[in-house]
């Protein structure tokens, strides 16, 4: 396995491979990895030639007063996972890479990221734009591999891609949970046990509206208030938002249709946690 800290290596080795004709993966990661991230690089393994795992944690996406700096950083143990994974090249940049002294550029989709996490995280998405545009523009991937764990941020990649006209197809995989549903995420190395467990009442709520959903109910304002009586029975849980939206422009929806994207926020001791559940079809 290679390993790239430099944005010129990354950029000659991955111009080097399409002239040799090599399909290319990036699977775009901030560490930590688990069994989330493990997915979506088991699946770039079997699409691909030479698959690409970066691993940086972008400052630019965390709000001031967020936990970029107690961001679970095990950039040793991340490479080891990926090396048993089978990954050809990890690309770990160093911040003076990415951001050199003068950078100004920043990448901006409008609306979609004004809204659900966008609301409470202001320049988030901004941060996230800018960073994937440039993944994207150095390895120039066939393919880029994201989670539907989070769900906005890949239905705005999806958006830059197009509009920028970038030829990465992007693909947006299911979300892993462990055994009771929690989904898994690095910052749920935040929780104690007891926060833990309390982080259930996320995807519990989820299940609870597709029961509703499941039996015939279809006003969101009613599916919102049983989520938010689940949510307010768990002392450790904080509600941030739930939404309930159109999976395409994410405008908030009265009734549930095709395609309704319905996700939440919740505040859990140190931890900022999101889920969501997408009903694709009635
Ligand atoms: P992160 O390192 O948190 O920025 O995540 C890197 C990629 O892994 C993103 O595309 C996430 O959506 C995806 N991801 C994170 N957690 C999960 C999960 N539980 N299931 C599926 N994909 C995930």
Known sequence: MQVFHSVKEMQHCARHLKLQGKNIALVPTMGALHKGHISLIRKARI???VLIVSIYINPTQFAHGEDYMSYPRHLEKDMAKAAGEKVDIVFAPTDKEMYPPGFTTSVDVGELSARLCGA???GHFQG??????????IVHPDFAYFGQKDA???????KIVQDLNMEAQIIVLPIIRDKNGLALSSRNKYLNKYERKAALVLYKS???AR???DTGERKSEYIKEKMQELIQKEKLAKLEYISICRY?????LELIEKNTLIALAVQIG????IDNYLVENL
């Open 152 to 158: 906005q941020q890949a239905l705005i990649i999806k």
């Open 211 to 213: 029961r509703l959903i």
């Open 128 to 137: 996230v734009c800018t960073v994937v545009t440039k993944l994207l523009n």
């Open 248 to 252: 395409n422009d994410l405008n908030e």
């Open 206 to 208: 989820l299940q609870a």
């Open 270 to 273: 140190r931890a900022r946690l």
């Open 120 to 122: 409470a995280r202001p």
């Open 47 to 49: 699409d691909c030639d």
